[in-house]
């Protein structure tokens, strides 16, 4: 041994500078007169991990084939399955609707500085929205809800920009649905590669048509142009050219959960059915015909069934369960679900709702210390608003389509202003969860002017014009009987602050506010 110590000892350098030539992960040769610099690398960017963690099946592509046609539908059948069977789906729904829209809707109010006119166009659109669809007698605010809740849900909707039939033509809108666009088939378009996933596009890749299966009946796609179509989606990546569900990241956490469920389900019934457990030396009681399923043994002397039978199941019902004396039978406890189950239903159901940006605090509302819960609903607040805002703008386009027609049909408002498009989107009340002390805050803002009338009514979804004429018309009117029976105003408007209506020590009555 100690003969080939020396010849091992000198092929070490050698050996050395080959395994230098070798490159550390493919074991190719690596040609040292380059001199390339040592490269430190990025473990999460090899794609193999050599076992160490789980390959990821996925490719750098554009968004176009990420969420291809196929793709888009499966989605598609999926949520709308869970929408159906799913109360935590429903919910999430409703505080959607709820936070983005509103009870009212997003109302518009006529920005232009034509009083007059601004004033006729709130009456038009006030009167269309009583009836604004083309295919329903819904109003506005329920076409709204409905079209938060499909965006919400589908990925996506898309509304119509039409009109009546038959004169006296009135504009009118349609809700289409995210199954109904789509690319037409070979047969009916031999040429459909500029079409993508029902969106034709020109060669810069702005859409110019989109290809609808409209009508009651849906048959064939008509092709439709983009200027009458307002599509409502919120694209995750450049060149998404539709929508899909914002449940797309946590679909698979959602069917675990419900499969979890439906299991857990089956254990119970069992334990429900199963009341009573019988042992008998052969673990048998009657004649194998029995249809509610005992357990049994043909006899060979006779027919006749055993007299146990009748009395085991007098006294123990139907569903009683026969084993032989030394078996064993192994039945989950009535704790079942445990609380580590519990937990994890739990996690599942606030991972599913952080997937799609409500906190898990506003579906399963729970004891929590009042700034973290403040922080938490902040937080929601701006995720709702950011989506209200989409909706605004998409309803705005809806509002410059109705008296952009209306100006052509009605007289009222046919002489346009120069800035008849501005107008005043009124959004939902927002998220909140101390409302007195918030109140006291904003009151003392508005009070050293760092805000605005417009700024307090507008996170009540109220319009701050409509709020102070209103306020006016009740001062006026206070004034007035005050005067008619001779008492102070204060009297009158400050009954619920305790003492306010008595005079401070060397300090006369105030007086009526003279008009």
Not at 47 to 52: A, I
Not at 104 to 116: F, I, K, T, Y
Not at 393 to 418: H, L, M, N, T
Request: glycine share 6%; with cysteine.
């Amino acid at each position: 041994m100690t003969a080939t110590l020396p010849p091992i000892r000198r092929l070490a350098p050698s050996l050395a500078r080959v395994m230098a030539r070798l490159h550390p992960l493919t074991g190719a040769v690596i040609d040292v007169r380059k001199h390339e610099p040592t490269k430190n690398l990025y473990e999460a960017g090899r794609q193999f991990q050599f076992g160490q963690r789980s390959a990821i099946w996925s490719h750098v592509t554009d968004a176009r084939f990420d969420a291809s046609q196929a793709t888009r539908w499966e989605l598609l059948r999926k949520i709308r399955y869970f929408e159906q069977n799913c109360p935590l789906v429903q919910k999430l729904a409703d505080l959607f609707e709820l936070y983005t829209v509103g009870p009212n809707g997003l109302v518009m109010a006529p920005g232009s500085q034509d009083e007059r006119w601004s004033q006729a166009a709130q009456v038009y659109y006030g009167s269309w929205c009583q009836l604004p669809d083309l295919c329903s007698l819904l109003p506005l605010t329920v076409i709204q809800s409905l079209t938060a809740r499909l965006w919400f849900i589908d990925g996506e909707v898309f509304i119509l920009k039409t009109r009546t039939a038959m004169p006296p033509y009135r504009p009118k809108i349609q809700l289409l649905e995210s199954h109904r666009v789509g690319t037409p088939s070979k047969r009916f378009m031999p040429d459909n590669s500029n079409i993508v996933d029902g969106v034709e596009v020109e060669r810069n890749g702005k859409p110019v048509a989109y290809w609808v299966q409209n009508g009651f009946e849906a048959g064939e796609p008509t092709r439709i142009p983009a200027e009458s179509i307002i599509h409502i989606h919120e694209p995750a990546r450049v060149g998404m050219y539709r929508g899909i569900t914002m449940f797309y990241a946590v679909l698979n956490a959602l069917h675990d959960l419900d499969d979890l469920q439906q299991m857990e389900l089956m254990v119970a019934k069992d334990q429900a059915d199963t009341s009573t457990v019988i042992k008998t030396p052969t673990g048998e009681v009657t004649d194998p015909n029995d249809p509610n399923g005992w357990n049994t043994q043909t006899e060979t002397s006779s027919a006749v069934a055993n007299p146990l039978t009748e009395y085991y199941r007098r006294v123990f019902g139907p569903t009683t369960k026969v084993m032989k004396v030394g078996d064993e039978i192994d039945k989950s406890g009535p704790e079942r679900p445990t609380v580590i189950q519990q937990w994890y239903w739990k996690f599942l159901c606030e991972e599913i709702c952080n997937g799609v940006g409500i906190p898990l605090a506003m579906v399963f509302p729970e004891s929590m210390q009042g700034t973290v819960y403040r922080g938490v609903l902040d937080s929601a607040n701006a995720y709702f608003r950011s989506r209200s805002a989409v909706l605004a703008a998409a309803w705005k386009q809806v509002w410059e389509y109705v008296i952009d027609f209306g100006s052509r049909v009605e007289p009222s408002i046919a002489a346009k202003p120069k800035d008849w498009r501005t107008v005043n989107v009124r959004a939902p009340r927002a998220v909140n969860v101390d409302v007195g002390r918030n109140s006291t805050a904003m009151l003392a803002e508005l009070e050293s002017g760092t805000r605005t009338f417009a700024q307090i009514y507008s996170e009540t979804g109220e319009d701050w014009r409509e709020q102070l004429e209103q306020r006016a018309k009740e001062a006026a009117f206070i004034n007035q009987i005050a005067r008619r029976h001779r008492v102070p105003p204060t009297a009158i408007t400050q009954l619920a602050v305790p003492g306010a209506t008595k005079p401070q020590p060397g300090k006369p009555a105030p007086e009526p506010i003279q008009e």
